[in-house]
């Protein structure tokens, strides 16, 4: 099976090495200056479960696709979505899947309307993991969990020989017989925590510790909540009690990707993750002013950024 990974980053290079070193038929999509520097220096990765270098790793360039593959594993940003399906199009056949790692769920839509609606798997990955200073992807926490599966739900053919091609890696691969739930369930949590901690410009253990800190936080995840249950995919009791636990941990450091993302002065997924629960909740009649106030936050963020930028 022909897998290609677009993007070489934290992310997609992470479960992209470990296919590879489970011995996968697998090629990085990458940008030109991307590609030499891979071939320069190669890719490495440094994890609990066992570091990876891999000295000429196998990348292309759009240019350089002389055929569809069998599956295009897309990690980008959701911001970055329009550009990565213009990259990717050369690589996309009648047959090709597309298993989407990004957060939120409105990039299912968006990339059922530029190759199909048959296009798009579920997807998503719990991992903890980074860029360090030389290019290498640092994997920081024990999570490395990617989960997959028909949006329909069930099984399928496609699914099938999809399955056998990622089991066996040294990550936690997962069929899933419900894809679209589990999404939902971690975009309920993503947001919230991403709602708090960069509202509060503080980890959950440091929130929690404030006065009506706790109320703060599980506030935020009920909002999110609802918003999933007027779609119909209110979280499981497991999955929600796991949530309520990890955002109201004391002494966890824990903070969103988001968080860091503001803390660097990047741009941020606000709109897709944030912003896109807002629009259903509205549409639904919902009333969430502690997800509006971060998000007033998050693109005030935005406008200072660009701002700064034009100085």
Known sequence: MKIVVLGAGAVGGYFGARLLEAGRDVRFLVREARAAALRERGLHVKSLHGDIDIARPPVLTKDEIKAPADVVILSCKAYDLDGALDTVAPAVGPDTMILPLLN????????????????????????????????????????????????????????????????????????????????????????????????????????????????????????????AAADGHAARPAAKANMVEMITAKGSAMTASMFRDVQRGGPTEADHVIGDLIRRARAAGLKVPLLETAYIGLKAHEHQRARTAKA
Do not use: Y
């Open 104 to 227: 939120g769920m409105g990039h299912l839509a968006t990339i059922a309307a530029r190759f199909g609606e048959n296009a798009p798997l579920g997807g998503l990955c719990m991992i903890a993991a980074t860029l360090g200073e030389s290019g290498e992807i640092l994997h920081l926490n024990d999570a490395h969990i990617l989960a997959f599966g028909e949006r329909a739900g069930g099984s399928s053919a496609r699914m099938e020989r999809l399955t056998p091609a990622l089991l066996g890696a040294k990550f936690r691969p997962r069929p899933s017989d419900d894809i679209l739930q589990e999404m939902w369930e971690k975009w309920d949590f993503l947001a919230a925590l991403a709602a708090a901690t960069t509202l509060m410009r503080a980890s959950v253990g440091d929130i929690v510790a404030a006065p009506g800190g706790d109320a703060f936080m599980t506030g935020l995840l009920a909002e999110c909540d609802s918003i």
